[in-house]
């Protein structure tokens, strides 16, 4: 059974830091892409960053700069560092595992991904 568990998120201030992790289990995780997407009511999820098996990363532009997507193959742990964090940031993120074509196809269709976490929120106040 495959599961991902998202879990670090919070409540903080503008300008603050908060890493999520993703923990991995039921899949051969360091053969796959794996991205985190973020979710807002009424939003479409969009993606924030993804790093494909071998440690090439991809950034939306919003978060370029500031987060920073790394994982660890042997503990199977999917991490997301986010500073400088906006108020606009607030969202669900969750962590997705799809096949290699996920990274490289150069787009975030959130189709491409084959498993998904539930989510862990993030909340950043003015």
């Known amino acids: 059974q495959v599961q991902l568990v998202e879990s670090g998120g919070g409540s903080v201030q503008a300008g603050g830091s908060l890493r999520l992790s993703c923990a991995a289990s039921?899949?051969?995780?360091?053969?796959?892409?794996m991205g985190w997407f973020r979710q807002t009511p009424g939003k479409e999820r969009e993606g924030v960053a993804r790093?494909?098996?071998?440690?090439?990363?991809w950034y939306a532009d919003s978060v370029k700069g500031r987060f920073t997507i790394s994982r660890d193959n042997a503990k199977n742990i999917l991490y997301l560092q986010m500073n400088s964090l906006e108020p606009e940031d607030t969202a669900m993120f969750y962590c997705?595992?799809?096949?290699?074509?996920?990274?490289?196809?150069?787009?975030?269709?959130?189709?491409?991904?084959?498993?998904w976490g539930q989510g862990t929120q993030v909340t950043v106040s003015s």
């Open positions: 997705a595992a799809g096949g290699n074509y996920a990274c490289f196809s150069g787009s975030w269709r959130t189709e491409e991904y084959d498993y």
């Open positions: 790093i494909s098996s071998g440690g090439k990363t």
């Open positions: 039921g899949i051969m995780y360091s053969n796959y892409c």
